[in-house]
């Protein structure tokens, strides 16, 4: 009888870890959201993250993977590794159509939804001729209504690790340029880059390990008039040198022009910082 009873507890006891699921022993405010977004979500794996906080990573019809980190207070990130182009939003797949790239061949696209941003970030590799490179690997970063924000020749990264917005690094963007939208975040090399849109002009802010602005830099148009006294500059240190593209680069230490030449083998140009040719 003793054992009748013994095997009937065991019985108990597997079919109740049967019935657990594995988002149950966290707090059921987190369980209850990660159910109303990732409704159709099969759940890979589960794990402690941030002290009290949560890490799910799971796949769905559109994501081949998706990592989703909690806070002990919230949601707070999402990295999605889309399945295909056709993932994209709309508006993104027809800005990426009507670019020169629209026939290049799609690596990897990877979606950054973030707590702090009201922006979904979407990063598309893929290769394409560059010059004489017949396949060079292109990083593109668009938000969800398709804005170009910025183009990189680099390689595809092997993976991806958690990086958090800091609060700060928002504060100074929003006093230093203020009607500031920020559209996408991400690490570089250690560094801190915030892409945002301000009086119609897409600017790229960047902050260093340590948390200090480091510089923000954006393109000018090109009928852009240079100030007579950097023109002079140029028409005595290199007469012979053209340009093609004009940004406009803020430091700390001192503001600067940065003048690019794609018609060269590498994009030569030239930084003409302002104590150059700026002696009034």
Aim: charged share 30%; with cysteine; aromatic share 16%.
């Amino acid at each position: 009888m003793k054992r009748f009873v013994f095997l009937w507890i065991m019985l108990l006891c597997l079919n109740a870890c049967e019935q657990e699921g594995p988002l149950d022993k966290y707090d059921v405010s987190l369980q209850r959201d990660f159910q109303r977004r990732y409704r159709d979500a099969s759940i890979i794996s589960v794990s402690d993250w941030d002290g009290s906080g949560l890490y799910v990573k799971f796949s769905d019809e559109q994501r081949k993977e998706a990592e989703v980190f909690y806070k002990e207070d919230g949601w707070n990130l999402c990295i999605s590794y889309l399945k295909d182009f056709t993932c994209l939003p709309e508006k993104v797949q027809e800005s990426f159509l009507h670019s020169p790239y629209a026939d290049a061949k799609i690596e990897a696209i990877t979606s950054w939804e973030r707590e702090e941003l009201s922006h979904t970030l979407y990063r598309i590799f893929f290769k394409y001729q560059w010059k004489d490179v017949e396949d060079m690997t292109y990083e593109v970063l668009m938000d969800e209504e398709g804005v170009w924000l910025h183009t990189y020749n680099r390689d595809l990264p092997n993976n991806y690790w958690y990086q958090a917005v800091q609060p700060g690094e928002l504060d100074f963007i929003q006093k230093r340029y203020p009607g500031s939208d920020v559209r996408g975040y991400i690490n570089d090399g250690g560094y801190n880059v915030y892409f945002f849109i301000q009086d119609g002009v897409i600017k790229q802010i960047s902050f260093s390990p340590v948390n200090c602005w480091y510089e923000t830099r954006y393109e000018l148009p090109f009928d852009t008039s240079l100030p007579d006294l950097l023109v002079e500059w140029l028409e005595r240190e290199d007469p012979d040198f053209s340009y093609t593209k004009i940004f406009y680069v803020e430091s700390p230490e001192e503001n600067a022009y940065e003048l690019i030449n794609e018609n060269t083998p590498n994009n030569e140009g030239i930084i003409v910082r302002e104590s150059l040719w700026n002696h009034e």
